[in-house]
Each structure stands twice: as C-alpha cells, then as structure tokens.
C-alpha cells in the first residue's frame, strides 16, 4: 500500500505503512491534511522581499518560507498559462497534457483526471478561486466536471486579464457584476476581492472535513487595474518612477501593489487557518505559474523596470522569460509550509516540476496514481525519507514543448530547440545558470540522448470539445 498519513497528538505525523507493507490502522483513523494551493499569475521568481527584491515587501510570503521549505529550481510545467496549467492539474508533462496551446479556449477532454478528482473521491471538499484557463463554459473542459465541488472566477484565460470583468463564473453559471463596463482599468467591483472572499468562505465552510482549496489567482498578471484606496496602491500611487508603461497610467505601480496585496492575501488565509485551529493540520503551497516577464523595461531597466528574473543580490539574470522555455520561462517561487512537518527555513535544490504535483498529493492522500501520470512524488524531500520510508526518486529526464520550440532537462544539462527551424542548443546550468554558452558541440553524446528524450516524450496532441459556444466568454462582446 502507499503512505498513510495520521496526527498522533502533539507528536507530528508518523509513518505507518510503506509499499508493500500490512495495514496496521484502520482507514476511518487517518486524519487527512486539508490542502492549499496558491499560485499568482506571473509572479516572478525574484519579486519578493525575501529574494532581496529592492522594492517589493512580501513579509508574509517572507514568513512562510521561514517556516517551510522554498526550492530553488522546481520547474512550471509551461513557459504560459494554460499549458502549465494543464500539466499541474493533470500531472502529465506539455508532451501528453491535453492543454498545450495558450489560445484561451482550449479544453481538457472529458476524460482527463484531475488532481481534483484524486480528492474528491478521497472524501475531499474541492474549491477552486481564480483563474481556470482549462476550458469555458460549455466546453468539456469545465472545472465542476473536474473534481471540483465549486469554481468560481474566470474559465477562458483571455477573460482573466481584466481585474474589473463585466461578470465571472461560478460553475458555469455567469454572476453579473454590477458596474462594470468592460474597462479593463476601472469599474464598481474589483474581482480579485470578491475572488479572494469567496476562497476564504470555502475554507470557513469545510473546516470540519479535509478540503482542498485550489487559489489559482490573477494577479499580478493582466490589465493592471485596481481600487485607489486599496492600502497597496495608496503605497506607490505617487511613486514617480522611471518604468515604461504599456498598458495604462501607473502601470508598475500597480503592477508593484498587486504583489503587495496577494501577500497581503497570502497572510490573510495563515490568519483563518489559526482562527479556525487548522493551521497544523493544512500543507500550504504558493507558487507562481510561469517565468516572470520584463515588464516596464526601458535602456535604465534592460531587465524590466522590477526585474522578476534579475537576481538582486549576484545580479545574474535568468535568460528570456514568459513565452521560453529558457530559465526565464520556466523558474518559479516554489514555496511549502506544514507546521509540525517540513522543518522550518529549509531550502531545497530538488528538481522538479509541476507534473510531480499530482504525484505528491496521491503519495500524501494514499491515493492511486494515475498509470499516465509524468510526475514523481516530493513527499520524500518535504517530508523527509525517513518520515515517508522510501528515498526522494529523481527525473531521468524533464519536458516542455509547444507549437514552435521544445526543452529537456537531464540534471545540471538543459537542452532547447528555440524554434523549429533551428537546431537543439545545450547548456550546462552549473557553470552557466544564464544560459549564455551553447555547448552542443563540445558534448555531442549528451545532446543525442536528450534529443532522444525529447523525441519519446512528444505524443500527438488531442483537444477537448466545445459543447455550446453560445455561453461562453467569445461568445460575448466584451469582457
């Protein structure tokens, strides 16, 4: 059997079974951990205090890696939105996830799994608030067809970059929003806060059965709109800075407050956890969902006006961002709290990727994984070996494709097809973390095998269906 997991008293979590092992506790005993997921929309891999950013304050994000485990190098699952959704829902990596196009209306099928759907037949409650991205309305892609008990937010992804939406979605089911014309700046009601409230009612509602609370947010990616009372813009309304703006008035000043405000939110979510004593029996995940983007980037600001993938401390950049598969693409905030269970301050430099998550939550959960599942369990490195019984298993190989480029990653050893018409570059990121020296002619033998792992990994890619265009997101004028 796979790992049981169960409270006893004040003494943390122990492990009962390992593979193979014979059952020793009954099933009704276990007491299983409720689980967040927090994942902002483009938040970068250096945008927080922590990281030593010179401007950006994220004290509770700062917080909670104190009392977790923050990994340097686990990966997205896709350089944009909705692949790398796809492959942290499904576990399957860009080369057999059904999501692999950012076009917005593109669908899981029918059939796919979901994390959600592991936890649901688990005895899980299953909430979802933010950002979808993996099927509209009236497609087969729909969330409450997908484990989840309640979604609400945005489905099509091209509807989430604007923070003041003419209407948003709870299961299919179009919640106007009075006030709002469609301007992507302004308008009466802010959907991040109704979003965010919704998420914490979620949490009040399930406190006495393990839920999963699934927060895929918005911000800080899309139309940088948001209240002027709001305390995070009030901070940097009058900031006179040197930043180009792309969208609108003020845009990395917004840009800087919604940061500011997810955290606020962040510890919003610790503070009703405490409240309700849940905060020893939830793991806690926040992450970003692709590379971060150099925004507001001027000659001054080569590396974008707030550098998400600008190292403050070594100045060392990671190459590219959002759109590559590229360090810049694919490096992520990666950060894991559970009181009692992953020790405090711990950084980890596992490798891995969005894909392990199912696995991880099946490990944790006893719940089986899934025969086409890419990813391999982290419970091992969160947890520790000895807790968990069996040693942390590492990728042969990682992958990532989309229409027009592929990566690999094997260890230390990155290879990229940057476009289809040019050949395969490799990178050796212990001695070149900026990607700056293709090596492929120096280590023919090493790029054949990755170029081998890229060609078994690739599978022909199946869509999901729309079922009623009339009812979704294009099948309005306006957002």
């Given at each position: 059997?796979r ?20 059952t020793t506790i009954?099933?009704?005993s ?23 950013h ?18 340097t ?44 759907d ?12 933010g ?8 497609t ?26 003419r ?5 299919s ?14 308008g ?18 399930n ?13 800080p ?6 209240p ?11 900031k ?28 919003e ?8 004593d849940?905060?020893r ?33 070594t ?10 598969f ?23 430099n ?5 894909p ?7 490990e ?37 494709e ?52 890229a060609?078994e ?23």
């Open positions: 059997m790992l049981l997991l169960r409270w006893v008293g004040t003494l943390g979590l122990w492990l009962l079974l390992t593979i193979g092992s014979p009954k099933a009704e276990i007491d299983k951990p409720n689980i967040v997921y927090i994942m902002m929309d483009e938040w970068g891999y250096f945008e927080s205090s922590g990281m030593g010179p401007i950006l304050q994220t004290p509770n994000i700062d917080h909670m890696a104190r009392e977790g485990m923050r990994f190098q686990f990966l997205a699952g896709g350089s944009v939105c909705a692949p790398t959704r796809s492959t942290l829902m499904t576990g399957q990596h860009t080369g057999h996830t059904t999501v692999r196009l950012n076009s917005g209306g593109a669908a899981l099928r029918a059939e796919d799994r979901t994390i959600a592991m936890l649901h037949e688990r005895g899980y409650a299953t909430g979802g608030f950002k979808w991205g993996l099927g509209d309305a009236g087969t892609g729909v969330p409450e067809n997908h484990g989840f008990d309640t979604f609400f937010g945005y489905y099509h992804q091209v509807h989430a970059h604007v923070h003041y939406p209407y948003l979605l709870r299961n089911v179009k919640i106007p929003l009075q006030g709002n014309t469609g301007d992507p700046y302004v009466d009601v802010f959907a991040d806060q109704l979003i965010h409230k919704a998420g914490l009612d979620f949490i009040r509602e406190a006495q059965r393990p839920f999963f609370a699934y927060m895929p947010w918005t911000a990616h899309g139309h940088w709109g948001m002027k009372d709001d305390p995070a813009f009030v901070k940097y309304r009058d006179a800075w040197d930043a180009t703006n792309q969208r609108g008035e003020l845009d990395a000043q917004t840009y800087a407050a919604m940061v500011e405000m997810v955290d606020r939110q962040v510890g979510i610790f503070q009703l956890l405490r409240e309700l849940l905060d029996k939830t793991i806690v995940f926040v992450c970003g969902d692709n590379g971060g983007q150099a925004y507001f980037q001027n000659e001054r600001y080569p590396h974008g006006f707030l550098g998400p993938n600008l190292n403050p401390k100045g060392e950049r990671f190459r590219a961002g959002k759109g590559s590229y360090e810049g693409g694919l490096r992520i905030p990666f950060i894991v709290r559970w009181p009692g269970q992953i020790a405090p301050g711990s950084i980890s596992h490798l891995g990727y969005f392990d998550i199912l696995a991880t939550l099946s944790l959960v006893d719940a089986p994984l899934d025969k086409n599942a890419d990813g391999i369990s982290i419970l091992p490195t969160l947890l520790g070996e000895a807790v968990v019984g069996h040693e942390q298993q590492e990728h042969s190989y990682l992958y990532w989309d229409r027009k480029s592929v990566a690999v990653r094997m260890g230390h050893w990155k290879a990229v097809r940057p476009s289809q018409s040019a050949p395969f570059e490799l990178y050796d990121l212990n001695k070149d973390l900026e990607e700056r020296n293709n090596v492929a002619t120096r280590f023919p033998d090493v790029l054949e095998t990755m170029k081998s792992q060609a990994a690739h599978s022909a890619p199946t869509s999901g269906g729309v079922l009623d265009p009339s009812i979704g997101f294009k099948g309005h004028t306006a957002p």
